[in-house]
């Protein structure tokens, strides 16, 4: 049978490294991985892509992601891009002036390093934006930065309360006064006031966001957050649409989102929506459970104090959104249905807690194929490091978050200590230890270009940031490595054993990058691009100049 596709001419990344030049697609499956007898396999009609010596490798998959939020902010306020405060007030006063007409002021995306103490107040706000309510989350998705009127409708003044799961930033002076932003739990104050999308504004957001990671190879992915938390759209009607007319061309598993205010009661519903809405390209196997904030805040669960800017030990030590004692039950009852658990774990004692949840489910239901994973693990105390590859416990990183940058280097090592801040993305010691690495961006909170979060994972090193000093040098990984991460690591996770590896009888989900980054220095690693993308072997996306 003459192949369909067949490229030829360039390194091939298989298993056991580039060991082969030509690679032949028949139908949606590789059906030869060789050299130039691959050729024999030419017919009339079979497409040759001509690799010219560049990178031919499996699909990228990302196992932490979340696209319909990220395409839905792409179309409001966007303040991804503002470096400082001033760009920051600038793109929230530029974009309220382009859109008199819309009642709230929505998006995100600024960074807490822009601002001092990474909590901006309402009177920058007010300021560009006095007459209607803003509401615009962080980068990292975990805080809410709002206006005076904003919280003049939400009814939040000095004697709202915290919620149980959040807290008010109160302004210094020692009033009590709401300062500007809100975090965690508290965000939802204000944001379920926000105006929701439309069944139509989250297809059109999943299908952007898709159309954007097929452009930086990505044919997979794990949405992290499927269902209602904190104000944001549940993406599961889009992905039930986009599933059963086949607008949806990549691989995706939905997490199921753990609602951190309920029990075990919620379990049944978990199993009729895994049914629901398991479809075509979509399955709905996993459950998220968020155990923890982010170190940022003072958020994330630490086995010890946080310190102050003193440098001495407070009495926080972060928070935990489900109850440790509890959470050994509920993901051994997961477990015993078939469900995997994806973990929020950022802090060390968020990690223990999930590691000693999946040892219990273990101990009660014994081996299983159910493929739990920890995504973040920002702090992991060293005992803790082996316990990964012992329990099968696959780490789920980020690599991108790496790195010296001021978010790291002023809101979060002096609050960490010396010691902890050595502890802090242990990829190297994770690897070393026999643990099974998987990998994705928490877009968009983070770019998702693989590549990018590559060049950190190899270097410790911003792509944007020449000459900075490297970020604990020992837990760099290989390039192999992290390639292997975010292609085979991350379809392990996802449950997709057919694709994540160039051999025979695997899905042709494949990418072609425009060079070979494996001849060229580490450090340029963030320059490579994708040039064509395939799912299935059919072409999803091609540079202009593929």
Known sequence: ??????????????????TATAVAVTGDRITAVGHDEVLDLRGPRTEVVDLAGRLLLPGFQDAHIHPVPAGLELTQCDLTRAKTAKETVDAVRAYAAAHPEREWITGGGWSMEAFEGGTPTKELLDAVVPDRPVYLPNRDHHGAWVNSRALELAGVTRDTPDPADGRIDRAPSGSGEPSGTLQEGAMQLVGRLTPQATPADRLAALLHAQRHLHSLGITAWQDALVGTFLGMDDPSDAYRTAARDGSLTARVVGSLWWDRGRGAEQIPELVERRAALSH??????????????????????????????????????????????????????????????HFHALGDRAVRDALDAIEAARTANGPSDTRPHLAHLQVVHPDDVPRFARLGATANIQPLWAAHEPQMDELTIPFLGPERAAWQYPFGALLRSGARL???????????????????????????????????????????????????????VNHLDESGRVRVGALADLVVLDRDPFDRPLAEVAGTRVALTYVGGVGVYAAQEA
């Open 438 to 492: 998987a990998a994705g961006s928490d877009w968009p909170v983070s770019s998702p270009d693989p590549l990018e979060g590559i060049h950190v994972a190899v270097n410790r090193v911003a792509p944007d940031s020449e000459g900075a000093a490297v970020f604990l040098p020992a837990e760099r990984i290989g390039l192999a490595e992290a390639l292997t991460a975010y292609t085979a690591g991350s379809a392990y």
């Open 280 to 341: 075509g390209r979509f399955r709905a196997g996993t459950v998220k459970l968020m155990l923890d904030g982010v170190a940022e805040t003072g958020t994330a669960a630490l086995l010890d104090p946080y310190l102050d800017q003193c440098g001495c030990a407070t009495a926080n030590r972060g928070t935990s959104f489900i109850d440790p004692g509890q959470l050994p039950k509920y993901v051994t009852e997961l477990d015993a249905l078939g469900f995997q658990c």
């Open 1 to 18: 049978m003459h192949a369909d596709l067949i490229f030829t001419g360039g390194p091939v990344l298989t298993p056991e490294g580039r």
